[in-house]
Every structure is written in C-alpha cells, then in structure tokens.
C-alpha cells in the first residue's frame, strides 16, 4: 500500500465526506463478518478503490484519504481477483485489479503509480463496477541529469581514429522504487524497509557506446567515393524483455520509455528529455536491418562508427542491479576531418 502525505499542505488530500456501502456478507454464515464502502470525495478529490471494513458499520472518516484529482489518472479495470459465489451471501461481490490506463504518454511527464488498492463491485462482472473509484496516483519523473548532447557527439579533430573506449552517460531520470519491478513491495517485501532509509528512489540512465566500423582515408583522392552499409538496429525483443521483467521498465519504439508496474503500463515520452535526435529517435524499436550510405569528399579523412544506446537501472547508492540493455544499433554515424 503507497502512502501519501500532504507535507506541503498543498491540499493534495481531503477526507471522504461519507460512504456508500456496496457489499456485507450477510447471509453468508462466515466467521467474521465484513462489508465494503465506497467513499463519497468531496468536490475535486477522487478516491483510489473501496474500503473494506471489519463488521457491517461504516468505516471512519479518517480511516482514508481521496485525493485532489490532478494528482491522479483514471485508471482501468484489470483482471477479475474474485467473487462471492456459492458463498451463501444476500449480495454479490466481486473484485478487481485497478490497471494501468491505455495512455500512449503523460503531457507533463509524469507517471502512473500504482497504490496496491483494488475495485469492488456489487455483481459479478465488470459492468457493475464504478470507474470514477479506479484511479491511479501520478508521479513526476524528474530529469535528474541531462548532459548537453553536443558537447557529447563525438568528433574527429585530426587525422586519427577516434577513441571509443568508453559508454558515454547523456541522461537520466529519478524513478520511485515502487516502481522497479524486482525491488516493488509486491515481489520483495523484505526490501521495504531498506529501501525506504537506503535507496527510496532509482534512475534509469541512457548511455552511448560506439564502435568503430571503417576508416575512409580519402585525403589523396580526387574524386568523392561512395560506401553503403547495412546493419541491424533497435533492440532484440528476448533482451528488452527479460529487462522488462527484471526491472520493470520497458524500452518501446520510437524513442519512447514505458514504465511498468505490476501488470500494466504507463509510457512517458523522453526521447527530447533523454537526449535523442528525434530524426533517428525511430530506430528505438524492435531489431531491423538498415542501409546508410556516405560520400567522403576528395581531400577528406572519414570514419563510420557504430551508435549503439543501452539503459542502465541504477540504485541510489549507484549499484547496477541487473544487466543493462544495450541496443544492436541505434544509428551508424559519420564523421569527417575536416568538417565541411
């Protein structure tokens, strides 16, 4: 369960003004019994699911929190969890997942968390359901760093090969641990503690690494000389989804970043935010074969290096907690000396 507190007094939160009851097992001869509420937000608050309650009375006025619906999306209706057949109770009952919404991105680059809360409706299938209770909260993913991408591209200054030893670090954005799938409550309880002190948030970092292709030594040549490649690029699918599964973050096409939480997706833009040309920000995607093809000019010194983008989840304390994903290829690239 996420809990949130209004630190700022910003009126993120206001208390539900009443319940509506939806559910009591009555009839059902159970042990204990129980009922569940639906909670009346006031005005601009939403609520995040149903409140379930020991006994047939109303839960408390401060048993929760609705809060201010520009701190929410709506959200959709997941998969089924359960219901009360053959239980014996005068009312039905069933349960499902809050999921994530169908957006394809957040205007403000925000993203969806999910509050580990759930939807009960009064019958057995998704109709009875009210969707105004299935909200999800938002939280800003905040560019933590952002390199100055052209002082970053790489460049030949002489009549040498370039050195392309080391990944260079362009970007990244802070993610909330709740967020990273293996370190979620959900698949590692035991970690909640420690993140919460140690590391309650994640980054997710964009590198470039290069790799020389061909050196095109035109400085004696009269005429310009023509060379054609083709490569694979984007990402191999098993590789991006295995990070998928372990990390929770999804590398979609076309330069977007899809983050996952446990069983659904919300997919923020970054390609600007991250650095990415966005005349190659397509070539993110599933892996492709591609032909590029260069003139180097009469009196040029040229080399054709290999842009390869890989995504690195990173822990406060700057522990690498699986294999990065690296791309085949993003772009091949071409450099001359001199320029013009």
């Known amino acids: 369960m996420v809990v949130v507190k ?3 007094g910003t009126g993120a939160l206001a208390a539900p003004t009443d319940y509506v009851e939806i559910y009591n097992d009555r009839g059902s001869g159970g042990i204990h019994d129980g009922a569940m509420w639906k909670p009346v937000c006031p005005g601009g608050y939403v609520a995040l699911g149903v409140v379930t309650n020991a006994g047939y009375g109303k839960p408390s006025l401060d048993s929760v929190r609705c809060v201010a619906k520009g701190y929410t999306t709506p959200a959709s209706i997941g998969a089924w969890l359960y219901d009360d057949r053959n239980t014996g109770a005068t009312r039905y009952l069933s349960l499902w997942e809050i999921d994530y919404p169908d957006y394809t991105s957040s205007p403000d680059g925000r ?4 509050a580990g809360t759930t939807l009960g409706c009064p019958g057995w299938d998704k109709t009875s359901c009210d969707p105004a209770i299935a909200n999800l909260l938002l939280v800003p993913l905040p560019i933590t760093d952002n390199a100055d991408a052209s002082d970053l591209e790489p460049r030949l200054t ?7 030893s080391l990944a260079r670090y362009f970007a990244s954005i802070r993610v909330p641990f709740t967020l990273i799938r293996n370190q979620a409550p959900v698949t590692a309880p035991g970690r909640v503690d420690w993140n919460v002190h140690s590391s309650p948030f994640y980054t997710l970092q964009r590198e470039e690494v290069y ?3 061909d050196v095109i030594d035109n400085r004696q040549g009269t005429e310009a000389v023509t060379y054609t490649y083709s490569i694979a690029s984007g990402f191999q699918e098993t590789e991006s989804n295995t990070f998928s599964l372990e990390v929770g973050l ?4 076309g330069g977007d970043a899809k983050f996952l939480g446990s069983g659904g997706s919300w997919e923020v833009k ?6 990415w040309e966005e005349t190659t920000s397509s070539t993110y995607s599933t892996s492709v074969a591609r032909i590029y093809t260069f003139t180097v000019p009469p009196g040029k010194y040229a080399e054709i290096i290999q842009v390869t983008t890989q ?7 700057g522990f690498t907690f699986c294999a990065p994903l690296q791309g085949e290829s993003n772009i091949i690239k071409y450099l001359q ?4």
């Open 250 to 253: 999804e590398i979609t096409a």
């Open 270 to 275: 970054l390609s600007t935010k991250l650095g």
């Open 211 to 213: 790799t020389p292709i």
């Open 158 to 164: 002489g009549f040498q090969e370039l050195d392309v």
């Open 6 to 8: 209004d630190s700022l």
């Open 311 to 317: 995504f690195r989840a990173v822990s406060w304390g």
């Open 337 to 340: 000396y001199p320029p013009g």
């Open 111 to 114: 993203a969806a968390l999910h």
